[in-house]
């Protein structure tokens, strides 16, 4: 592993549990105040944590008793020590109270991070999805090439 690696995976890992935990605080510890995040729901862009905040609040207020398991795979890393670069695909999958899973989506995601003291911060979200050719409408589940 190399010096860059293992403080993205910190941030991988605490994506995860904060999301899983519908944890507030702790999901915008990982945000710059600056974070600009180009969403795939909804709203164009978030201009800083404020604006991000309101929205994973709705999101995870919206949850009601479900929670929702992250997993992130095909991870690569770039940068160097003032800018790194994150991209994989992520899944979420809804988990009921009794740890039944629900439903499941796939989104890709792109991260850009800055270091702030002995963390790194994500500066820059991109979420997407790829859109049909024929219906329009965004593909949430990654299909893998034969």
């Known amino acids: 592993m190399n010096d860059l690696e293992n403080p993205i995976v910190h941030v991988l890992e605490a994506y995860k549990a904060a999301v899983f935990s519908k944890d507030v605080d702790a999901f915008m510890r990982l945000y710059d105040q600056q974070v600009r995040v180009f969403d795939a729901w909804g709203v164009w862009s978030y201009e800083g944590a404020a604006a991000w905040r309101g929205m994973i609040e709705g999101w995870f207020s919206s949850l009601g008793n479900e ?22 695909i992520v899944s979420y999958a809804g988990v009921s109270a009794e740890g039944e899973d629900l439903r499941s989506m796939q989104n890709r995601i792109t991260w850009a991070l800055k270091p702030e003291g002995s963390d790194w911060k994500i500066v820059h979200e991109h979420t997407s999805a790829p859109i049909d050719f024929n219906d329009s409408k965004a593909i949430l589940q990654r299909q893998k090439a034969s």
């Open 67 to 88: 929670r929702v398991k992250v997993t992130m795979d095909d991870v690569q890393t770039a940068g160097g020590q003032e800018l790194a670069v994150v991209s994989a």
